[in-house]
Every structure is written in structure tokens, then in C-alpha cells.
T-cell receptor
Framework: NAGVTQTPKFRVLKTGQSMTLLCAQD?????MYWYRQDPGMGLRLIHY???????AKGEVPDGYNVSRLKKQNFLLGLESAAPSQTSVYFC?????????????FGPGTRLTVT | KQEVTQIPAALSVPEGENLVLNCSFT??????LQWFRQDPGKGLTSLLL?????REQTSGRLNASLDKSSGRSTLYIAASQPGDSATYLC???????????FGAGTRLFVKA
């Protein structure tokens, strides 16, 4: 099991450029999430998905779009990058075990927007 | 609105010391609380998950407690080692929806 993987690991964008971050999980989890982590702050939820073909807004969704066309993949898109989107992005997945939701995280993508 | 606070933001201790990390939350209507470890430049690794009906969970040298009424959780690390140096995050899942609120973390440094 690779668990949760993220592509790419690092990226530098110019203001106004677009890009897509890919998250993949091989644990057959229903739920997937995108977070951003900024210095001195906790992780904040951008968007999440409760199953293939579904997406929902989290705490800080503006400037981002997502898609979940396949159960194992969750894509995060930036249509027009801004310096405020410089951050470390984490993808996570979780499974309802009948007792709890426990989240498993990917290694992160460090994005710099200049 | 749920807020999660972790104090202190950073902690340095000598090897072998027992230590306690604190996490407080403002809304006691939680579903569970999870403690994570994050190494520099890495993702989060789950350490312990406590359901709202539980008071504590233990794994090896780690013990996490939960007191919903006071809005507090502690992570106890026994006989600390340099390999325990990392940032420790607590995260609270509320009873409604899928949102998990994270604290900003406590950066721990264990000196050899």
C-alpha cells in the first residue's frame, strides 16, 4: 500500500498561472480532503469529497476548484494563482470504520506563487 | 465556531524527561479528537484518536486524555527521546459535517 500520494512535491508558479495538484489513495477510502497549512496556523480545509463524483466546500474554498471523477483520485485546481495561495497543500483520505473517521495524510505539496 | 489552541507553541526538553502537550477547544460537542505528529517537510502521521465517549487512549510511550466538559486534551510522552522531536498537532472533529479543526501545533525538541 502506497497510502496517500501527492503530485507534484514542489511547484513554483507566477501570479495568474494555473495548475492542478493530484492526490491518489489506494485504500479504497470514500472520503477525501484538501487542506492548506500556513506558518503559525493549523491546517484549514479547502474542499472535501464524500464519494466519487461529489465535492463540497470547506473553510477556505475561494480560488480553488476540485474534482473527484474516480474514487481513488482527488484533484485540486488553481485557475489563476495568487501570492496568497503560497502554502503547503495536504491531501487526506478517511474511511468510516463503524466507530470513527480516521484521516490519513499525504506528504504534501509545497507551492510558491511569485 | 470551534477553535483549537495548543500551548506552548514550542518546547525544548532534555532526553528522558516526561512531558505533557496541551490542546484546548471551545466547543465541547465533538465527535473525536486526534493527535498527529509532523516531521519537517513531511505529512501528518496519526498517533492517537480518542472518541468523544472515551477518556484516554494509549500507544507505547504515548497517552492521550480527553476531558470534553473542560474542552481539554493532553498528550503525555514518557521518557522522551531525540527521535520524538517533531511538531505535534491536535485536531477536533465536530458532531456535524466533515470538518476537522486543527490546532497550530507544538514544536517539540528533545535534546540528547
Amino acid at each position: 500500500n502506497a497510502g496517500v500520494t501527492q503530485t507534484p512535491k514542489f511547484r513554483v508558479l507566477k501570479t495568474g498561472q494555473s495548475m492542478t495538484l493530484l492526490c491518489a489513495q489506494d485504500m479504497n477510502h470514500e472520503y477525501m480532503y484538501w487542506y492548506r497549512q500556513d506558518p503559525g496556523m493549523g491546517l484549514r480545509l479547502i474542499h472535501y469529497s464524500v464519494g466519487e463524483g461529489t465535492t463540497a466546500k470547506g473553510e477556505v474554498p475561494d480560488g480553488y476548484n476540485v474534482s473527484r471523477l474516480k474514487k481513488q483520485n482527488f484533484l485540486l485546481g488553481l485557475e489563476s494563482a495568487a501570492p496568497s495561495q503560497t502554502s503547503v497543500y495536504f491531501c487526506a483520505s478517511s474511511l468510516w470504520t463503524g466507530v470513527s473517521y480516521e484521516q490519513y495524510f499525504g506528504p504534501g505539496t509545497r507551492l510558491t506563487v511569485t | 465556531k470551534q477553535e483549537v489552541t495548543q500551548i506552548p507553541a514550542a518546547l525544548s526538553v532534555p532526553e528522558g524527561e516526561n512531558l505533557v502537550l496541551n490542546c484546548s477547544f471551545t466547543d465541547s460537542a465533538i465527535y473525536n479528537l486526534q493527535w498527529f505528529r509532523q516531521d519537517p517537510g513531511k505529512g501528518l502521521t496519526s498517533l492517537l484518536l480518542i472518541q468523544s465517549s472515551q477518556r484516554e487512549q494509549t500507544s507505547g510511550r504515548l497517552n492521550a486524555s480527553l476531558d470534553k466538559s473542560s474542552g481539554r486534551s493532553t498528550l503525555y510522552i514518557a521518557a522522551s527521546q531525540p527521535g520524538d522531536s517533531a511538531t505535534y498537532l491536535c485536531a477536533v472533529k465536530g458532531t456535524g459535517g466533515f470538518k476537522t479543526i486543527f490546532g497550530a501545533g507544538t514544536r517539540l525538541f528533545v535534546k540528547a
